[in-house]
């Protein structure tokens, strides 16, 4: 086990060092002097200069990259060419928004999800499992930005629910955070919900298949308690891992989320940097973005070879 | 992988398209066919907007793009069944013409997409070794990039247009590929009639293109079909954060940007460019199940 671990580990810190070049390769890739990029066109010939020095832009690119790598890990991301503030304070006061969001949306992707998987599988061939494949087909299929705004026209402008846009923190006024939350967490869970149901379905099937599974029944156990404390249990493995895989389409959804409901959060800030061409918060927050998915999915790796006896006893998956 | 090209019937099988197999598949579309009628329609469907983006032009007469400062966010009637927008354009007119951006932007993505990440996979599966290696760390990499976020950093180096989100998405979607092709070329070039094409003197260009190649297309094929859906909801997406296809052009996810500040008033600006997006995107879905049970029948 130790040494799919180990393999594990560096094949993510392989996998960082490459994004980290192709995110440092992307913002040489604007055209224009790297210099201005950084500081932005208002800044005069010693703002330049300090830009300049700062990551030594005279120097060879590969010397270039080592600088930018060593500040970018002391957690120097640049400053915002917008605001002067520094790139990883921009993020960091966003960031527990978007959290908040995406935990929401887990939330309710996973309780929609896992019963109406599991009914799926267990009443195999029947209308309710036609009726879960459609609405897991819908999931998919519908574009987040519009059922939000269908859901806005809804709820908010027809029938007066819920607030359509504004954010209020959540130490502030817990109820009136929720209130506004809870229509994009939906959105933002909704295509998540649908992913994860046909892979429960598909697991519990498969799980509920297995030897096991007949021995159980046969000592006698109540279909309920096989069902849950044997098959779901060994099921959610594989559920685990498209969650961590997921975890990236969920940042993306945050962007288009974020910009319906006017949350002031991580993906809306990408967007106004790219309107704004803040060109260090967009490189800072497409790295942050992109270091947290590999992070996470070694997690989620390491979590279930630690969890699932299979695994820690065969000396690991193939991890290539 | 084709299961014909495998099969005990044709032991030499240096042909990989087995023989009859085309006669007997027109048979076999219309057996899974009627089998599934939610497929079919998807196809069906598929086809219908694919008609639509080619004969935009004689369907909407009105002209997509023209303002009509007399006829601002009018509601449905007969002379505009989807009603007018800001610019008192015809709803029904953009969203047919909308038809055609997202056709293109889905479908020439999902080549782009293949045209690269076959090729690559092929060689990375085929070789393997430390070139594999090397490309597969670069696909991990690439991979680590939520497909949406890396679109957006693609569109702020490029510059926001209907070709560079193209690119963008394409280039987000190559890394499936790599993968998807590498995985399929590492057990089909085991078998047996790979080896005994070698045998025969074949060469790596030879065996990849004729033996390889052509049994792996089918699975290559059902993934392209899931994946166009995903690349043209990825444009609407591009289009509505603006990031995308610019005015005056008829995109449904630029008309829904515009739909948006006009919820109270204009309700049907937003819903004819969204139910376009999801009915398409359904289908192609439906359509995509369909074919994975018409070319790999043994998965069920």
Redesign the interface.
Known sequence: MTEFLVRRAF?SA???V??S??VFT?VR??PGDPARVMAGTDADAAGLEEVREKYGLHDPIPVQYVRWIGLALRGDLGESIRTRQSVAWTVAIKLPITVELACLALLIALALAIPAGVIAAVRRNTAWDVLASAAS??G????N??LG??L??LVS?RLGWLPASGFVPLFEDPVANVKRMLMPALVLGTALAAVLMRQTRNAMIEVLSADYIRTARSKGLAGFAVVVRHALRNALIPVVTILGLQ???L???A??TE??FVLPGFGRL??EA??T?D?PV?QG??LI???S??LINLLVDISYTVLNPRIRIGGGVDG? | MGPDAASPIYPLALTAEAPGKRSGFLVRTWRVGRRRPAALAGAVVVLLFGAMALGAPWIATTDPVRTDWSQIRKAPTWAHPFGTDDLGRDGLSRVVWGARISMQAGVFSILLAIAIGVPVGLVAGFYRGALD?AI???T???????????A??????LGPSLTNATLAIGLGATPTYIRLTRGLVLSTSEEDYVHGARALGAGDVRLMARHVLPNIVSAILVQATVAV?TAI?AE??LS????GVQPPAPSWGTM?NA??QF??SA?WM?YW???A??ML??S???AGDGLRDLLDPRDY
Do not use: H, K
């Open positions: 094949i392989v996998t960082l490459l994004i070049l192709i992307g890739m604007i087909l819908c998919v299929s519908i574009p930005f519009w705004i269908m806005i026209l402008v975890m990236g389409a940042m993306g959804g962007v288009v910009s319906i990408i967007v790219v309107f061409r060109y967009v927050v497409v973005t992109a270091s998915y590999v290539a | 290696q597969m760390r670069l991990d990499a690439w991979l680590a990039f939520p497909f949406l976020i890396l957006i950093g693609l569109v702020t180096i859906p909801i609407a997406v509505f954060l603006g990031l829904l739909a948006q919820l109270e309700p937003a460019p969204g139910l997006i999801f995107a359904l192609f879905n439906l």
